[in-house]
């Protein structure tokens, strides 16, 4: 099992910056994959970024490259996505998950939300 506690969300303009946390805990990770995925109104869930635990390999959706980026903390296995220059069209719910092989762990979730 791994728990996935996600914080950071928020009211922002456009143009500002917003940094996500997601804490996970429960089993060791260095054979996870870790995400970030977003769902906004009327929307299905789509996927933003991913950071391999091991290697620190990162993958970015289109939409975010240059303005989005995911790290982590090995040192309190927390993983992290900065947003920049954030836009109305990154409004929504972020997800943090974690997967092995498919996503099977999921955060609760945070909103997101960029006024113009």
């Known amino acids: 099992q791994v728990q996935l506690v996600e914080s950071g969300g928020g009211l922002v303009q456009a143009g500002g910056s917003l940094r996500l946390s997601c804490a996970a805990s429960?089993?060791?990770?260095?054979?996870?994959?870790m995400g970030w995925f977003r769902q906004a109104p009327g929307k299905e869930r789509e996927f933003v970024a991913h950071?391999?635990?091991?290697?620190?390999?990162?993958v970015y959706t289109d939409s975010v490259k240059g303005r989005f980026t995911i790290s982590k903390d090995t040192t309190n296995n927390t993983f992290y996505l900065q947003m920049n220059s954030l836009k109305p069209e990154d409004t929504a719910v972020y997800y943090c998950?974690?997967?092995?092989?498919?996503?099977?762990?999921w955060g609760q979730g945070t909103q997101v939300t960029v006024s113009s």
């Open positions: 998950a974690a997967r092995f092989a498919a996503y099977r762990y």
């Open positions: 950071i391999v635990w091991s290697t620190g390999s990162t």
């Open positions: 429960g089993r060791a990770f260095s054979s996870y994959t």
